[in-house]
Structure formats: C-alpha cells, structure tokens
C-alpha cells in the first residue's frame, strides 16, 4: 500500500529554517504529482505547494511564495519543502500528500502521518 512518511520538523526561531522531507513507498513514484498541506491547531488544512511528477513545475499559497521551495528526488522517492524566513504564522502540522490526476488538478487520496513545525517570535 502506498506509504507517505514526514520527517525535518521541529522547533525554530522566527527567520530560521527547516527542511522537511516526504518518503514515498508503494507506487511508482515518478508518476506521481506532489503536494504539502498543513494544519494550524483550530483551523482547516491549507495547501502550501505542489509539484508534477518531474519537478518542472511548482506551485505555492501566496503566504508561502518566495519563502518556500518544494523539489523531488525521484530516484530516492522523495519530495522535499523547503521552508526559510519562517515565521510564527508558520507553525503548523505538515502532510505530504499524492493522489489520482495530472498536477495541478490532482485529487489527493493519500496522505502521511505529518510533521510538527513551530516557530517560535
């Protein structure tokens, strides 16, 4: 079954920076279109940025562009965001997350477990 597992979280000061990473198990990859969400606590889960299956195009929610870059290793099955001039606003649970469709109309039908990210003022 197809396995989705986060990992970089933690905990950074305002205007640092983290990297998190997304290991895919259980399909074939490289055929496969990309996202992260995330979740602050009391509120909906939001898009942050998607990318097609080679990586040739990306894109973000306005509240992450220029800050953040999502990129994919398909040899290694994994898919990376990252995440500089951070800011509390930030903190959140990350998912990775893939699905059925070509990007960026891609229903995202699996999800990781996610990932903690708190950035402190």
């Known amino acids: 079954q197809v396995q989705l597992v986060e990992s970089g979280g933690g905990l950074v000061q305002a205007g640092g920076s983290l990297r998190l990473s997304c290991a895919a198990s259980?399909?074939?990859?490289?055929?496969?279109?990309m996202g992260w969400f995330r979740q602050a606590p009391g509120k909906v889960r939001e898009f942050v940025a998607s990318?097609?299956?080679?990586?040739?195009?990306?894109y973000y929610a306005d509240s992450v562009k220029g800050r953040f870059t999502i990129s994919r290793d398909n040899a290694k099955n994994t898919v990376y965001l990252q995440m500089n001039s951070l800011k509390p606003e930030d903190t959140a649970v990350y998912y990775c997350?893939?699905?059925?469709?070509?990007?960026?109309?891609?229903?995202?039908?699996?999800w990781g477990q996610g990932t903690q990210v708190t950035v402190s003022s």
């Open positions: 990318l097609n299956w080679s990586g040739s195009r990306t």
């Open positions: 259980g399909l074939t990859f490289g055929n496969y279109a």
């Open positions: 997350a893939t699905g059925r469709g070509s990007w960026p109309t891609v229903t995202y039908d699996y």
